[in-house]
């Protein structure tokens, strides 16, 4: 049995030999590239904060909860509360750590969505063409008409304030650019030798398009949905600033640079902190994004 099981792994990894090899190649390049090592570290870190949030926040219980101790409002930095407090007594790093749960919930919710839908809808009409490339084309340039922010806003200002109807907005103005890229690239793809055969064989449109299509398109996908992490980051700060996004008493990072703007800047550690973490957020993505466009593009990789 254990020869058996070995010899399936020795015939898998032999049939996916180049597989492997390209992808230790690409590691190698995102080694090389200093920049990409912080963003990822940085990125990872996130990751963990949001994890673990309950146990790396000192005072957990005051992520929404008020601080009813008088004398522990608007404290400056100190030993026991390394970043202050706000105008509730409430510690500024507790709430920051918090808020990197809303933070990357909504990227992953956003770029997900937008995903799903554009990337399916885009592979369609690049390789069907024809009315069902110019009506899917023409619905997203009806969207793209409008500055994605402004689309946000009003999505949002028409359905009610919330966290949820911000992930929602943000992702019905994020998918057309999904769906341009990765039409783009179908048409492309569809010209070559493998997806002819496949055509001249009777192999099913939806066939082309999931097995043969998407897989050889997506690389740019990726990139551009690393890169947009960073601006999902600060759509929803911007979004919690106008008051449009998370609520009170969210820990949202947005949120908390708009309730803090009133003192600023005699209590600038409650400005400044939260709006240093959407920076350190934002930068991170952008710069492992920039790092997946280089391992990605073959004509960077042979520079």
């Known amino acids: 049995m254990a020869e058996q099981r070995k010899g ?34 940085i990125i990872l870190t996130l990751v963990v ?27 400056p930095p100190n030993q026991y509360h390394l970043l202050g407090t706000d105008r509730l007594g409430r510690d500024v790093l ?19 969505l937008g995903l799903l839908i554009g990337v399916p809808l885009g592979a369609i009409a690049g390789t069907c063409g024809g009315k069902i490339d110019t009506v899917i084309m023409r619905i997203c340039d009806v969207f793209l008409s409008f500055p994605s922010l402004l689309l946000v806003i009003i999505i949002c200002a028409t359905i009610g304030p919330s966290l949820m109807h ?8 994020w998918w057309p650019w999904y769906a341009r890229i990765i039409r783009n690239e179908a048409i492309s793809v569809k010209e070559r030798a493998y997806v002819k055969a496949a055509n001249s064989i ?26 947009d992490g960073g601006a999902v980051i600060l759509s929803l700060a911007g979004l919690g600033f106008l008051g449009l996004g ?3 008493p969210s820990p949202d990072w947005g949120l908390m640079i708009s309730t803090s703007r009133h003192t600023f800047p005699l209590s600038w550690w409650w400005t400044v902190f939260p709006g240093l973490a959407i920076f350190l957020a934002a930068l991170s993505f952008n710069l ?16």
């Open 246 to 248: 998370a609520q009170p």
């Open 8 to 41: 399936g792994i020795r015939k898998w990894l032999e049939e996916h030999e180049s597989q492997i090899r390209e992808f230790k190649h690409s590691l190698r390049l995102l080694r090389k590239n200093p920049l990409s090592v912080a963003g990822l570290i």
């Open 166 to 173: 911000a992930m929602l907005a943000l992702a019905i103005s």
């Open 202 to 227: 009777g192999v099913g449109k939806l066939t082309i398009v999931f097995r043969h299509i998407l897989p050889n398109s997506i690389a740019p996908v990726i990139t551009q949905a690393t890169l």
């Open 94 to 112: 507790t709430r920051i750590i918090y808020g990197t749960r809303i933070a990357l919930e909504v990227v992953v919710m956003v770029i997900t």
């Open 49 to 75: 904060i949001a994890i673990f949030a309950p146990y790396i926040a000192p005072y957990p219980e005051q992520a929404t909860k008020p601080n009813l101790v008088k004398e522990e409002i608007l404290i």
């Open 288 to 303: 492992l994004g920039d790092a997946f466009r280089d391992v990605l593009d073959p004509r960077l990789r042979r520079r």
